[in-house]
């Protein structure tokens, strides 16, 4: 399936042909008038040229607000090797947030207990983050704003309007511009794997949108030759810039050293690596996707830490001067 038919499937009347399509380049004079809040003179994006358009217009990806939940003996719908974002905090219900919904929302913002959070999911980058929304100004709630920046999804926050960078969490264009999320330590496994560990936990309901929950929009991306709108560096020592790295601060394990070697302590953290979690962005159904493992990160007392497992030309688009943890001398 092509970007166009998930533009067609969003309810959207852009086009755009394939993954080698052009885009609009930024241009903040010609935004103004979609974004009259936003403050372009501040901003810590150095080259214009590096935002795009991708296609759906503000709020054309429609982010979820106060989603319902259903215990996780009434859900039915999902296969039990879907992905999920977890989204476990000290004293509060274990919640999942399946990637089905996230594939078309890509932003849910929630309140667990007393912590605002907006959990992330950006297919291009498969990046799925989990920030706190609490800023020194005060409450965030998050939209999509339809730009992208290394092929990664540019959010933006409704009080401000300014907008935020998704694979880092940081301010980028606007009033807000260098203000950072904090992050969550959540992470992405299979439904089967949460609803076992959790059979009190409670799972997103679908959402009341007309889209085609459980399918791919993208599907044969993640072994596509090229990301989507991506002009800059590919990652080094030969690594397909489409491969999946687990990015834990500025460091990068591939996720198939991780494979070979799938109980691995480095650097003071341990990295664990459990096969039955399908890739949301193989086939046509997500349920169908290969088993790509699911990745769990804690420090040296066992707790979990933030970390995304993201594309390895993410990683080297944010962090170039990352460090590539290969294993070996």
Known sequence: ???????????????????????????????????????????????????????????????????????????????????????????????????????WHEIVNDQIGDTPI??????????????????????LTFGVSGKLRNSDMVMYDRETESWWQQAVGQGIVGDLTGVKLTTLPTWMESWEQFSTRNPDGVVMDEPRYNRSYGSNPYRGYDTSRRPFLYNGEMPPHGISPLARVVRVGDRAWPVERLRKEPNLTETGITLTWEAGQASALDTGRISKGRDV???RV?????????????????????????????GGS
């Open 1 to 103: 399936m092509t970007f166009r038919k998930f533009l067609v499937a969003a309810g959207l009347s852009l086009s755009l042909a394939s993954f080698s399509a052009p885009a609009v380049s930024a241009d903040p004079t010609f935004w103004k008038h979609e974004w009259p809040n936003t403050d372009f003179t501040k901003t810590s994006v150095d080259n214009w040229v590096e935002i795009l358009s991708g296609g759906p217009p503000k709020d054309g990806i429609p982010a979820l607000d106060d989603p319902s939940f259903i215990g996780v003996a009434d859900e039915s719908r999902i296969d039990g090797n879907e992905p999920v974002i977890t989204v476990e905090l000290e004293g509060q219900t274990p919640r999942a947030y399946p990637i089905r919904y996230l594939t």
């Open 118 to 139: 907006a959990v992330t999911f950006c297919p291009l980058c498969n990046s799925g983050i989990t920030f706190d929304r609490r800023v020194p100004s005060g409450t």
């Open 293 to 295: 493992g699911s990745i």
């Open 298 to 326: 804690k420090d040296a007392n066992g707790k979990d830490l933030p970390h995304d497992v993201m594309f390895a030309f993410a990683y080297h688009a944010f962090w170039p001067d990352g460090q590539w943890m290969l």
